[in-house]
């Protein structure tokens, strides 16, 4: 878990296309973390920010 945004934002990004996976940048409490988003449970106590999907990110020119 991290407590700097830019640093998750850049994490998530990284593993979304490494694992070619959609992932999912949450923040529980004041950290934040990053998972697989079919491992996201409906009621686990997570703020979702953002969700990285690799088949929608356009390629860096």
Do not use: C
């Not at 996976?21 to 934040?32: N, Q, R, T, W, Y």
């Amino acid at each position: 878990m991290s407590h700097d945004l830019a640093l998750a934002q850049h994490h998530a990004l990284d593993l979304a296309r490494t694992l070619m996976v959609p992932v999912i940048l949450f923040k529980s409490g004041e950290a934040l973390g990053v998972l697989r988003s079919d491992e996201i449970e409906p009621g686990d106590d997570l703020e979702i920010l953002h969700e990285y999907d690799p088949f929608q990110i356009r390629p860096a020119r």
